[in-house]
């Protein structure tokens, strides 16, 4: 690895020291596949004539799919029903494993980027449910207060970045009884 012009790396590979890079004096091009460089120190890599790049697209359908997936599952009981059956026990008329037929629910999307416009995408195309309604930080046109959204929604996604808090406690207590959260 000495002689690499170019890494492909992801979020577990860390080149955040000085001599991170002084060990590859070759390297001309390190890329990050994902979003973000928090894995990469950008002035070390600068001061060490290495180009960095990433993938901010590569994840897109399949976080927004994975999100989709979980409210699938959920809806449909499948682990209530997978661990009664694995118990012996056969619950057909228990409601713990009644299925919710989305289609009359609202999909809340907190965070219209890529991941949150691509799952109001997917979600809109399968006709999973009879509502997709947003919010976004950058008061993106068609977009609900935050507040109004998890008020009213079902399922709610989060797909949106940083490290701060989003769904308060303040926020959580606004949820209605049986709805699904999915973080991604």
């Given at each position: 690895m000495p002689e690499a012009q170019g890494l492909l790396i992801r979020s577990d590979t860390k080149f955040k020291e000085a001599v991170d890079f002084e060990r590859l004096q070759k390297l001309m091009y390190l890329i990050r596949s994902g979003v973000g460089y928090d894995n990469i120190n950008l002035g070390h890599a600068s001061r060490a004539g290495v180009a960095t790049l990433n993938t901010p697209g590569a994840s897109t359908t399949p976080v927004a799919m994975r999100s989709l997936m979980f409210a699938q599952a959920w809806a449909a009981r499948l682990l209530p029903a997978t661990q009664s059956f694995r118990d012996g026990k056969w619950m057909r008329k228990d409601a713990a494993i009644e299925p919710v037929n989305l289609s009359e629910r609202t999909l809340g999307i907190i965070g219209y980027g890529r991941i949150g416009q691509e799952t109001a995408r997917l979600?809109?195309?399968?006709?999973?449910?009879?509502?997709?309604?947003?919010?976004?930080?950058?008061?993106?046109?068609?977009?609900?207060?935050?507040?109004?959204?998890?008020?009213?929604?079902?399922?709610?996604?989060?797909?949106?970045?940083?490290?701060?808090?989003?769904?308060?406690?303040?926020?959580?207590?606004?949820?209605?009884?049986?709805?699904?959260?999915?973080?991604?």
């Open positions: 979600a809109k195309a399968l006709e999973l449910f009879k509502d997709v309604t947003f919010t976004d930080i950058a008061q993106k046109p068609g977009a609900i207060a935050l507040e109004d959204l998890v008020e009213h929604s079902h399922v709610i996604t989060v797909s949106a970045g940083g490290k701060d808090a989003i769904l308060t406690q303040d926020l959580l207590k606004r949820v209605q009884e049986g709805t699904l959260v999915v973080n991604t």
